[in-house]
């Protein structure tokens, strides 16, 4: 009997890696809200609007249901939106039996209480081990992962026999799969990379070269592993794939979501016709101002977050923000990466 997963939403992410474990002959049911998305996605095996020209594995099998997407799924892969990964969760709860692996690949905050997405589904599935859960990132665009082209994430669980069943559910010959203990380290450096590719996009928009975006990508992964150390994550995670990889592949990708909302704020374009154009989440906006609440919280410095959100926020001109990271107190670059001495691996 051929292994079944449930695939928690059909946005460009949730299908791209339904199709990794479409083809790794695990039978895949894809769940979305939209009935002509379903219509569209078993009749034509396509899914045009998140990922156009790509054909779709036979194995994935569309359904606007819960529960007979979960029905008998020995795993469920959550590709929610954070901001609707409570709700999703809350009405998945019914269905979920506690010897069912749970993935997500999420990389954002819950805005009102900036928790991390394992903590928010582990209040949502409390039959679920909460130890047990995975956190699957990296260096990943669902448009190059559809088109098979070599791609290598990192899952992440405080229990290694999850990480390894979720690994084994995903690796192939394209896909390539690490483990990870640091459930923290993984979630923090997923979100807050969008924020270093916000500011990327607005760098490249403005015209200010790859000398400029080089600095502000050294910077933010420094400025993320402050935080991130502080929030209880092993800082060599942010030197790994969900942290260096894929700040990499964010800022510089015309992939990137994050990267092309910064460039069309860079041309003036108010944040609320951004959002609108885009047409899909774009979450650095709502990662910048959870980001903002947690460098306040646990006191630490984060220059490129706070620029960003007055750019974001306040209508700070993108320029003027740039010329403030620009014009900060001469500083010594260890000493400023190293303030707390749980970063000091990057000297």
């Given at each position: 009997?051929?292994?079944?997963?449930?695939?928690?939403v059909?946005?460009?992410?949730?299908?791209?890696l339904?199709s990794?474990?479409?083809?790794?002959?695990?039978?895949?049911?894809?769940?979305?809200?939209?009935?002509?998305?379903v219509k569209?996605?078993?009749?034509?095996?396509?899914?045009?609007?998140?990922?156009?020209?790509?054909?779709?594995?036979?194995?994935?099998?569309?359904?606007?249901?819960?529960e007979?997407?979960?029905?008998?799924?020995?795993?469920?892969?959550?590709?929610?939106?954070?901001s609707?990964?409570?709700e999703?969760?809350?009405?998945?709860?019914?269905?979920?039996?506690?010897?069912?692996?749970?993935?997500?690949?999420?990389?954002?905050?819950?805005?009102?209480?900036?928790k991390?997405?394992?903590?928010?589904?582990?209040?949502?599935?409390?039959?679920?081990?909460?130890?047990?859960?995975?956190?699957?990132?990296?260096?990943?665009h669902?448009?190059?992962?559809?088109?098979?082209?070599?791609?290598?994430?990192?899952?992440?669980?405080?229990?290694?026999?999850s990480?390894?069943?979720?690994?084994?559910?995903?690796?192939?010959s394209y896909?390539?799969?690490?483990?990870?203990?640091?459930?923290?380290?993984?979630?923090?450096?997923?979100?807050?990379?969008?924020?270093?590719?916000l500011?990327?996009?607005?760098?490249?928009?403005?015209?200010?070269?790859?000398?400029?975006?080089?600095?502000?990508?050294?910077?933010?992964i420094?400025?993320?592993?402050?935080?991130?150390?502080?929030?209880?994550?092993?800082?060599?995670?942010?030197?790994?794939l969900?942290?260096?990889?894929?700040?990499?592949?964010?800022?510089?990708?015309?992939?990137?979501?994050?990267w092309?909302?910064?460039?069309?704020?860079?041309?003036?374009l108010?944040?609320?016709s951004?959002?609108h154009?885009?047409?899909?989440?774009?979450?650095?906006?709502?990662?910048?101002?959870?980001?903002?609440?947690?460098?306040?919280?646990?006191?630490?410095?984060?220059?490129?977050?706070?620029?960003?959100?007055?750019?974001?926020?306040?209508?700070?001109?993108?320029?003027?923000?740039?010329?403030?990271?620009?014009?900060?107190?001469?500083?010594n670059?260890?000493?400023?990466?190293?303030?707390?001495d749980?970063?000091?691996?990057?000297?």
């Amino acid at each position: 009997m051929n292994k079944k997963v449930a695939v928690i939403v059909a946005g460009s992410w949730g299908t791209a890696l339904a199709s990794v474990l479409a083809d790794n002959d695990i039978d895949v049911v894809l769940w979305s809200r939209r009935e002509e998305q379903v219509k569209e996605i078993n009749d034509h095996h396509t899914n045009e609007h998140f990922l156009p020209g790509a054909k779709l594995p036979e194995r994935i099998v569309a359904t606007t249901s819960l529960e007979d997407a979960v029905k008998d799924a020995v795993a469920v892969l959550l590709v929610v939106p954070s901001s609707g990964m409570r709700e999703v969760t809350r009405k998945l709860q019914p269905y979920i039996k506690p010897d069912m692996l749970i993935i997500h690949a999420t990389k954002g905050f819950e805005a009102e209480s900036l928790k991390r997405m394992t903590q928010v589904i582990s209040e949502e599935l409390p039959q679920i081990d909460s130890k047990k859960i995975v956190v699957l990132s990296g260096p990943s665009h669902a448009e190059e992962v559809i088109l098979h082209n070599p791609t290598t994430v990192v899952v992440a669980s405080e229990d290694m026999n999850s990480a390894e069943d979720a690994q084994d559910l995903f690796i192939n010959s394209y896909f390539r799969v690490y483990t990870n203990p640091d459930v923290i380290g993984v979630e923090v450096a997923g979100a807050l990379k969008n924020i270093i590719a916000l500011g990327a996009g607005l760098s490249d928009g403005l015209g200010f070269g790859d000398n400029a975006k080089a600095a502000l990508m050294t910077r933010g992964i420094a400025e993320i592993a402050r935080l991130g150390a502080e929030m209880g994550a092993s800082p060599l995670t942010f030197a790994g794939l969900s942290g260096v990889g894929d700040l990499i592949v964010t800022c510089t990708s015309v992939h990137s979501r994050n990267w092309r909302a910064g460039s069309m704020l860079a041309k003036g374009l108010p944040l609320e016709s951004v959002l609108h154009d885009m047409g899909m989440v774009v979450e650095g906006v709502k990662t910048t101002k959870a980001a903002a609440t947690l460098a306040a919280e646990y006191n630490v410095t984060m220059p490129i977050t706070t620029e960003l959100y007055a750019v974001l926020f306040n209508n700070k001109p993108p320029k003027q923000a740039v010329e403030a990271l620009m014009g900060r107190v001469r500083t010594n670059e260890l000493e400023e990466v190293a303030q707390q001495d749980k970063t000091d691996w990057i000297h």
